[in-house]
Every structure is written in structure tokens, then in C-alpha cells.
């Protein structure tokens, strides 16, 4: 009879390195609720100044405008010139795009910091810069004018140590490390659902802001909010130590292509299939590119309908605030509600199909859905000529959200833990190149219709980029059921006798 203590006792075949637990079982639920809500907070801290920024330009730039050029008679709005709205909208364009640029750095710098510093220490650091970034704006809006608009433009390089790309990456890497794989999806749905109900809060608070206090005060409230921010990421989320084998990979020395190396994960892949075929997969591929021009169709459009609604209906901030904020609520509304319960919903069918246990199947194709409502509803943009039709627009397109979560969820699932990392800031890299190229690209689109009067053709073209998305989404697949991926085994040679 073998005794309790032979059980314990350490013998030959005991492993000297003892295999770990799932890190995502050592947390609670209250944790993942604190991720949440540090999602809900540092969103609205970054979107306050989203609507008075574009007015600020405006009237920066009819500063600018009117200091080599005669004043109009008075009466009227003399900021209401094609070609004012032009420079403003090329301003506009050129933020996002500094904007989005520092921001694909940035995306570098946090996965390194993630892996050498651990996850919470690096979204202290995408909340505290930030918080300088706004002092040094606050600076801009007060000088107003050519300089001002300099001023802001150039706080921007401050998103290369800290900015949205970051802190949305680690946030999402906080939740792959705190959750079980099975509500991984749901959870990044929630994440995004509470960011938007932050987004839609500062949109709405920063347009009554500028309205009821001046133009400066969203930017004074935010630099506060930053701080707060801060140091409830310092005292409330739990430290997550770094993965030692992701720690080991960033100790390493980096070069461009280490840093461009996430998108390797979009690279076809070799399976070994259930009949020992191997066979090159393409579905990471086709996601990526999907999910890349999807955003490059609608990545512009928060940004289209205030330009729009400024320029053709003549919205101010308050209303602006209202427009966008109401756009936001309802997608935050969408994907911490609706959403989870549409991924649960199709597991559960797919269950029922393949005659599996419930949690065993993975969605086949991302949303693609989303891709063509969105598609439909940029369509029936090109009407609109009254402000009530703008808000209506704003309450559909929200229902075209969900395909970014489920294409983390999807990629999440086709990689190992140590990869997650490498994963999400592989998506979160996509999307941030397709805002990139959205904005510059749009952004002169719209300044060129703008000059002609002509700025609803904007969504025509907004509307050919998603049908494209939309279409190769529908060809994206998983390997066949009973495959893995293909490792190729080196055979080490024979030492000489």
C-alpha cells in the first residue's frame, strides 16, 4: 500500500519545473469589473475634447484666415467659407494622421513595456503621458490662431510614450490574462462596450463644456480626469506579473522588423489536417484584410458626421456633443449587452449543429454582418438634409460594431497564450495603419468636396471601401475541425564518436 507521503515526496520522475496553473484562475470576477470600469474611465478622459477640438480648429483657423484676408460684412457666421472649411478640414486631417502615426509607434513601445514592465505598470504609463500631452494643449487653445494650431499639432508626438492605441492594447491584454477562453470574446465585447459608454459621456460632457464655460474648460477638465485616471490604475487593478518567456523576447534586442513582427500572425499557415494531409490556411490573412478595410471605411466617420453636420447643417459643439455622444451610447449599449449574447448565442447554435459540449466551438467567420450594415447605412447618409435625419444615421450605424471584438476573439483562439500578446497588438496594429490611412487619405477627400460643396460623396466613397471588406470577410474560414498547425521538427545531428 502506497503511504500519503510517497505521494508527495519528490522521486526520479518527479519534473524539476512544475507546471503552472491557467493564470485566469487565480483572479475574481470583481477584477475583471475593475478592468471595466478603468476602460470606462481613461475613455472618457480621452474623448472630452474629441468635439471642441474640431471647433477649436475651426475658429483657429478663421483666426488665421482672417489675418490676410478682408473681414466679411457683419451678420452671419464669417467662419461659413469653402475655404476656411477646407483648411480646417486639412487640419483636422493632419492631427489624426500625427495622431495615428505616433500612435503605430506606440503600439511598439507598449507591447515591449508589457512584456519587460507587466501589463499594469504599462497602463500607467498610457495614462500619465497623456495627462502632459493635455497641459501642453491647454497651452495651444489659450495662444490661439496659426501658433495655437502649431502648438497642438506638435503635443501629438507625446502619443509615441502614451495614447488611445496603447492603453486599448494593454487594457485588452489585461483581460486575456484575467479571463477564462471561453467568455474572452464576450468580456473584449463588454471592454469596448464600456470604453464606448465612456467615449459617448465625454463627447456629450465636452460639447456642454466649451458651451457653458468657454472653449478652455473641456481641455482643463481632462488634464484632471488624466490624473484621477491614474491613480486608479495605481491603487484598484492588481499588479500581472510578465510572462517569462514574453520577458525573455523583449529583453532581446530590437529591431524594426522585431517590432513589425505581430503581423506575422496574419502570415497563411501550414495544418496538419485529421488525415495527416498538410494543407496552407488562409483565414488569418483574410481576417486581417477584412478587418483593415473595414476600418478604413468607417474609422473616419465620427469625425465625417461633426465636419458634415458643422458645415452643411450648421451644428455647434452642444450639438455635435449630443450627435456623437447618442452614436457612441448606443454602440456601448450594443456591445455590452447585445453583443455577448450574440457570440453566446452562436456557440450554442454551433453546438447544436456539431452535437458538441456547449464552449467547445469557435465562430467560423467574424462578424461580417457588420461589415454590410455599415455599408448600408453610409448608403443612406447621402440624404440627409435635416439635422433629425443626421441623429438617426448616428443611432444606426452603432449596430455595424462588434467585428473588431470578434476578430480579437477570433485570433485569440488560433494562437497560444504566449502569443496573445503578439495577437492583440497585431489587430490593434492593423486597425491603427487603416486609421492612418483612412484619415490622410479622407481627410483630403473631404477637403477637395468641401471646396466644391459637394462633401456627401465622402460616405459614396466610405461606402465602396466597406462593400470590399464586407465581401472578403465572407470567405474567412478556421482550419477544418481535427487540424493543427504544422511545426517542423529539426533533428539534432549525431555527436562524432
Keep these: ?58 475658429l483657429m483657423t478663421c483666426e488665421a484666415y482672417y489675418t490676410n484676408h478682408p473681414l466679411p460684412p457683419p451678420g452671419g457666421d464669417r467662419c461659413n467659407n469653402h475655404q476656411i472649411e477646407a483648411s480646417t478640414a486639412t487640419a483636422v486631417s493632419l492631427l489624426g494622421v500625427s495622431t495615428t502615426f505616433f500612435g503605430v509607434i506606440n503600439l511598439f513601445i507598449t507591447g515591449w513595456t508589457i512584456k519587460k514592465l507587466g501589463i499594469k505598470s504599462s497602463l500607467i504609463i498610457q495614462v500619465f503621458w497623456p495627462a ?16 495655437g494650431i502649431l502648438i497642438i499639432q506638435c503635443s501629438q508626438i507625446i502619443n509615441i510614450i502614451g495614447g488611445p492605441a496603447g492603453y486599448l492594447l494593454t487594457l485588452n491584454s489585461y ?54 485616471s491614474c491613480c486608479y490604475v495605481f491603487f484598484f487593478l492588481p499588479w500581472i506579473p510578465p510572462n517569462e518567456d514574453t520577458e525573455k523576447k523583449a529583453s532581446k534586442k530590437r529591431t524594426v522588423l522585431n517590432f513589425l513582427g505581430p503581423l506575422k500572425m496574419f502570415a497563411p499557415q501550414r495544418w496538419v489536417l485529421g488525415d495527416g494531409r498538410i494543407q496552407k490556411e488562409w483565414g488569418t490573412l483574410l481576417l486581417g484584410s477584412g478587418v483593415f478595410f473595414g476600418v478604413l471605411a468607417t474609422s473616419y466617420v465620427p469625425v ?24 457612441s451610447l448606443i454602440r456601448g449599449i450594443f456591445l455590452t449587452l447585445a453583443f455577448p449574447r450574440i457570440i453566446k448565442a452562436g456557440r450554442s447554435w454551433l453546438d447544436r449543429r456539431n452535437g458538441k459540449k456547449s464552449g467547445t466551438n469557435t465562430p467560423r467567420t467574424p ?131
Design 304 to 327: 465625417l458626421l461633426q465636419m458634415y453636420s458643422t458645415d452643411v447643417l450648421g451644428f455647434g459643439t452642444t450639438e455635435n456633443g449630443y450627435l456623437i455622444s447618442l452614436n
Design 367 to 497: 462578424d461580417s454582418e457588420a461589415t454590410l450594415t455599415e455599408l448600408s447605412q453610409e448608403i443612406a447618409v447621402e440624404a440627409m438634409e435635416k439635422g433629425w435625419q443626421m441623429y438617426a444615421v448616428a443611432m444606426l450605424l452603432p449596430f455595424a460594431s462588434g467585428t473588431g471584438s470578434a476578430a480579437k476573439g477570433t485570433i485569440l483562439q488560433m494562437c497560444s497564450a504566449a502569443e496573445r500578446s503578439d495577437a492583440l497588438g497585431a489587430i490593434t496594429l492593423l486597425e491603427m495603419i487603416a486609421r492612418l490611412l483612412t484619415t490622410s487619405v479622407f481627410g483630403l477627400i473631404f477637403a477637395a468636396f468641401a471646396n466644391i460643396g459637394q462633401t456627401h460623396f465622402v460616405f459614396t466613397c466610405n461606402a465602396a471601401v466597406a462593400t470590399l471588406g464586407f465581401i472578403i470577410l465572407l470567405f474567412c474560414r478556421f482550419p477544418p475541425e481535427g487540424g493543427k498547425r504544422y511545426v517542423e521538427e529539426h533533428v539534432p545531428e549525431a555527436a562524432p564518436a
Design 175 to 228: 483581460i486575456t490574462e484575467v479571463v477564462e477562453h471561453e467568455a474572452r470574446t464576450g468580456v473584449l465585447g463588454q471592454l469596448t462596450g464600456c470604453t464606448m459608454f465612456g467615449t459617448s459621456l465625454g463627447y456629450l460632457i465636452g460639447g456642454l463644456l466649451s458651451d457653458i464655460f468657454g472653449i478652455t474648460a473641456p481641455f482643463r477638465v481632462t488634464l484632471v480626469l488624466f490624473l484621477i
Design 132 to 147: 502632459v500631452r493635455l497641459a501642453i494643449q491647454n497651452v495651444g487653445v489659450q495662444t490661439g490662431g496659426g501658433m
Design 1 to 58: 500500500m502506497t503511504s500519503n507521503k510517497d505521494t508527495t515526496q519528490p522521486s526520479e520522475t518527479t519534473p524539476l519545473i512544475l507546471s503552472r496553473t491557467s493564470k485566469p484562475k487565480k483572479y475574481g470576477r470583481s477584477i475583471v469589473y475593475r478592468a471595466l470600469v478603468a476602460g470606462f474611465m481613461i475613455s472618457l478622459s480621452f474623448s472630452i475634447t474629441q468635439v471642441p477640438i474640431i471647433y477649436v480648429f475651426r
